[in-house]
């Protein structure tokens, strides 16, 4: 079972046609992750990063291609199929939030792990877990408006794991995060990757790169690289570093 | 280093090892451990400068050992240095040679030189990350040593930055 990749696309490919001339976004990707793979994704502004992210977890149709999703064909699904998908397997974090505003903080990030079956004691105490992980249990019953961009986006990444997805798919989810609340986000991630979640993740920032298994480079809605990141050894084990040098 | 054992000279006179010490504990996990063959050469390079100099200190059943302190030479190389502005960084250009000059030579495509940068980059990046949490975790306290941390993370973004960019222009 854990031999079906949790993602597979074939020949993807995504034109915008709105009104005038088509924008082709993403030109024929393939790509495949693996369960409990953390991929990074990176590339210019405009390279279609997105585009890729939105098709996989259903928030945008493709032109053309096959999606794959624990094996399942998922690109022909209707718009409730995906709803159902979504809900039972997939958690987005988007590039620009998307919290429900007449909700609190704690209700947004509950609501998923409600829908998706969790007894309310489950949910609160999940909910309580991640919020605490991101610095925000004081935040609990705020209403979004109420927040920073950056505390919005931790909120965000709290609710698309309040379900433990078998995918986290995540479009830039430290944008708008300074470093000390970038450090708390790289943390979970890596604790949540530790523990086996499959993470998609679209990023600009190195620091989360260097988290992931792999690296797949966007270039013009293609893919121009796809390969681990090897490990380096400056150091000597338990030596100090290098980060400094004083010439002489 | 001149400069960082003139400093710790002008705070009191030192032996070389006293100075790889203080150089150790000032910056922590990120300073690699000065070289003490290192640390004597630039001492006497200083003292043919008249910077410093060295009173040899008798010690019992021992070699002598030599204590170094600063002299008013050496005190104001370190206020001029102190003073002025310091140099912004370089871009670090040999890569940038090899990428301009790479479709010259044929033999390598652009692409592939800037696909194995990044992934290079990115290694260091994460040796970096695991470095600043064995600082974090060893020694808290020492903000400098975070700091310094860092700043070499952020130069390296500018890197990969600055490559994404090579390779939109270059392709
Ligand atoms: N709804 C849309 N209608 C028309 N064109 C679109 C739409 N969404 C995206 N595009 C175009 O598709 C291309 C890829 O956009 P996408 O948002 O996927 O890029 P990105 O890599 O995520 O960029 P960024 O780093 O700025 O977020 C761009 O040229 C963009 O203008
Ligand atoms: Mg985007």
Redesign the interface.
């Known amino acids: 079972m854990s031999d079906t990749p949790v993602v597979r696309v074939v020949n993807l490919v995504k034109i915008y046609q709105t009104g005038g001339l088509p924008v082709p976004a993403v030109r024929g990707v393939d790509l495949t992750v693996e369960a409990g793979e953390f991929v990074a994704i990176t590339g210019p502004s405009g390279s279609g990063k997105s585009t890729l992210v939105h098709m996989i977890g259903g928030l945008d149709t493709r032109s053309s291609g096959e999606i794959w999703l624990e094996g399942r064909r998922a690109d022909t699904l209707s718009e409730s199929g995906w709803a159902v998908l979504r809900r039972e397997q997939i958690g987005f974090v988007f590039q620009f939030f998307n919290l429900v505003g007449n909700m609190t903080v704690a209700d947004n990030v509950e609501l998923p792990a409600l829908l998706g079956g969790a007894s309310p004691r489950h949910a609160r105490e999940r909910r309580e877990y991640l919020l605490g992980e991101l610095g925000l249990a004081d935040r609990a019953d705020a209403a979004p408006a109420q927040l920073s961009g950056g505390e919005q986006q931790r909120v965000a990444l709290a609710r698309a794991l309040a379900n433990q997805p078998r995918l986290l798919l995540a479009d830039e989810p430290t944008g708008n995060l300074d470093s000390r609340n970038t450090r708390d986000v790289l943390r979970l991630l890596g604790r949540v990757h530790r523990q086996g979640q499959t993470i998609v993740l679209v990023t600009h920032d190195a620091r989360v790169a260097s988290m992931a298994d792999r690296v797949v480079s966007l270039l013009d809605g293609q893919i121009v690289d796809d390969g681990a990141i090897p490990r380096v050894r400056r150091r000597p084990a338990g030596g100090a570093g290098d980060v400094v040098e004083l010439r002489s | ?2 400069q ?1 054992l003139l400093a710790l000279l002008a705070k009191e006179p030192a032996h070389g090892y006293e100075l790889k010490q203080a ?2 504990s000032i ?1 922590g ?6 070289n003490i063959g ?1 640390i004597y ?2 001492l006497g ?1 200083l003292e043919k400068d008249g910077y410093v100099r060295a009173v040899d200190v008798e010690q019992a059943n021992r070699p002598n050992k030599k204590v170094y302190y600063i002299t008013a030479a050496g005190r104001e190389a370190l206020e001029t240095w102190v003073d002025e502005p310091t140099e912004g960084p370089r871009v670090r250009d040999e890569f940038f040679m090899k990428l301009v000059l790479a479709p010259l030579t044929g033999l390598a495509d652009r ?1 592939a030189l800037v ?1 194995r940068q ?12 695991e ?1 600043a949490e064995a600082a974090e975790r060893t020694d808290p306290a020492n903000r400098a040593s975070l700091l ?6 952020l130069h ?2 500018a890197d ?2 600055w490559l ?2 090579c ?2 222009e270059l ?1």
Do not use: C, K, W
Request: proline share 4%; charged share 25%.
């Open positions: 280093m001149r960082a150089l150790e910056f996990i990120a300073y690699p451990s000065p290192q050469v630039t390079r692409m696909n990044r992934r290079h980059y990115l290694s260091l990046m994460r040796d970096l990350g470095l310094l941390i860092e700043g070499a993370m390296l973004q990969l930055d994404e960019r390779q939109e392709q």
